[in-house]
C-alpha cells in the first residue's frame, strides 16, 4: 500500500540554524500539507500545497519557513533561524483530490538545542 | 480561530467494552475524519465522512456525520489491546482545506 514517507526520523540542530524536512508524498496524490505537533499537544496546520504554489497557509507559518516541491516526487519544508519553541514533531501529509481525506507519513521528530 | 471540542480527554476502559468519543463545534464542517495516533507515530486515517447523518463503519469502528453538520461520533466495539492510542477527531470546513484537530482522547486499556 502506497504511503507518505519523510526524512530525516529525527533531526537535532541549533538555534539560529537552518533545517530542512523532506517528503515523499503518495505517487498520485495532487495536494501537499504540513503539520506540527508540540509533544502532548493536537496537531496544527501549517500549509497546503497545491499546482506548485502554496494554497492556504496558517499564522503559525510565517515567513520563517517556506516549502518547495524540487522535483517529481519530494516536498520539503524549510526552517530558517531555529528557534526554541520549533521543537516538534512535523508530519507531511498528501490528499488525492484536496477534499477530506489527507494521508500522513510518520514525521520528523526536530529538536532545537 | 476555529476550535474542535472533543471528549473525554482520556478513557480507562476494559478489554471487550464499547468505547465512544465525540467531536463538536460552533462551526459547520463539511468533512469529518477520524485519526488514530500511535506514540512516536504519524496519524492514521480510520474514517472519512463527508455527508451530514452519514454513518460509516470500519471493522469494529463506527463514526457518524452530525446531521447538524457540527459533530461526529466515533464509537469502538469489543475493544481489544491494540486499541490503546490517541484518537483525533478533525474536520475540514467549506471555505478552506486545512484539517481543524481536536485535542484527542486517550485511550487506556486496564489491565
Known amino acids: 500500500e502506497p504511503e507518505v514517507t519523510q526524512t530525516p526520523s529525527h533531526q537535532v540542530t541549533q538555534m539560529g540554524q537552518e533545517v530542512i524536512l523532506r517528503c515523499v508524498p503518495i505517487?498520485?496524490?495532487?495536494?501537499f500539507y504540513w503539520y506540527r505537533q508540540i509533544l502532548g499537544q493536537k496537531v496544527e496546520f501549517l500549509v497546503s500545497f497545491y499546482n506548485n504554489e502554496i494554497s492556504e497557509k496558517s499564522e503559525i507559518f510565517d515567513d520563517q519557513f517556506s516549502v518547495e516541491r524540487p522535483d517529481g516526487s519530494n516536498f520539503t519544508l524549510k526552517i530558517r533561524s531555529t528557534k526554541l519553541e520549533d521543537s516538534a514533531m512535523y508530519f507531511c501529509a498528501s490528499s488525492p483530490s484536496g477534499m477530506g481525506e489527507q494521508y500522513f507519513g510518520p514525521g520528523t521528530r526536530l529538536t532545537v538545542t | 480561530g476555529q476550535q474542535l471540542n472533543q471528549s473525554p480527554q482520556s478513557m480507562f476502559i476494559q478489554e471487550g467494552e464499547d468505547v465512544s468519543m465525540n467531536c463538536t463545534s460552533s462551526?459547520?464542517?463539511?468533512?469529518w475524519l477520524w485519526y488514530k495516533q500511535d506514540p512516536g507515530e504519524g496519524p492514521v486515517l480510520l474514517i472519512a465522512?463527508?455527508?451530514a447523518g452519514e454513518l460509516t463503519s470500519n471493522g469494529r469502528l463506527t463514526a457518524q456525520f452530525g446531521i447538524t453538520r457540527k459533530d461526529s461520533f466515533l464509537n469502538i466495539s469489543a475493544s481489544i489491546p491494540s486499541d490503546v492510542g490517541i484518537y483525533f477527531c478533525?474536520?475540514?470546513?467549506?471555505?478552506?482545506?486545512?484539517?481543524?484537530w481536536g485535542a484527542g482522547t486517550k485511550l487506556i486499556i486496564k489491565p
Open positions: 465522512l463527508y455527508k
Open positions: 462551526s459547520i464542517f463539511n468533512t
Open positions: 505517487s498520485n496524490h495532487l495536494y
Open positions: 478533525a474536520g475540514e470546513m467549506d471555505s478552506n482545506y486545512q484539517l481543524i
